[in-house]
């Protein structure tokens, strides 16, 4: 009795095929129309990008300053005055704009880790934006006689996600995230010492 089950070879270049379209994503495609695997349907909205996120990281990777040159404690002194002061805030912040940067996103990561309710309001908001999009894609938002583009389809997303983020206390989170960032690259910009090169530009420079 014959089926029409692929057996021996047959079956292992079946499976592979079958593996290929199940995580194959090159036809995705936001609509659906192309390709059929479960990494063609992890898309994002125009103007966001993985492939932009990562270009943006790998920039700032490539510019960042070894880290333990940034926190040696040799390099730090009390500066002498106001203008060494600002001239220091300037500089440093030119000079390790990276590494400041990686702190700032380090700080979010660890606020929204230590708050499972901050989490949950993300959640909220990232669903319904999805599910937003999803409809506008299916068929034009139309609001007040307007098209819903994708950062008004953020905004209600946003709106509808509100009260969560207003019990998990957003506000605080976000006061508290920009406070500590201050504080840390304020301090360093401050009492970390300049560099022979940027010593030199400086005095090179144009009063």
Not at 32 to 37: D, V
Not at 69 to 79: L, M
Not at 166 to 188: E, K, P, R
Request: charge should be neutral.
């Amino acid at each position: 009795m014959t089926t029409g089950a692929p057996k021996g070879e047959n079956c292992l270049v079946d499976m592979d095929s079958k593996a290929g379209d199940l995580f194959g994503a090159e036809d995705a495609h936001p609509t659906g129309t192309g390709g059929t695997g479960v990494l063609a349907k992890l898309w994002l909205p125009k103007g966001l990008s993985v492939s932009g996120a990562k270009e943006w990281l790998d920039r700032r990777r490539v510019s960042i300053r070894p880290w333990a040159s940034f926190v040696d404690q040799r390099k730090f002194s009390k500066p002498r005055n106001f203008g060494e002061l600002c001239q220091r805030v300037v500089k440093n912040v030119e000079v390790y704009n990276s590494n400041y940067t990686f702190i700032f996103l380090g700080l979010i990561l660890y606020c929204i880790i230590s708050s499972p309710m901050l989490l949950i309001a993300l959640a909220v908001f990232a669903g319904a934006f999805y599910i937003i999009h999803l409809k506008s894609l299916e068929s034009k938002l139309v609001l007040l006689g307007k098209e819903l583009t994708v950062p008004h389809q953020m905004s209600l997303a946003g709106a509808i996600s509100l009260p969560v983020f207003w019990l998990a206390g957003a506000g605080t989170a976000v006061f508290w995230v920009l406070g500590a960032t201050l504080f840390v690259i304020g301090s360093h910009a401050a009492f970390r010492q300049l560099e022979g090169s940027d010593l030199d530009e400086l005095l090179m420079e144009p009063v």
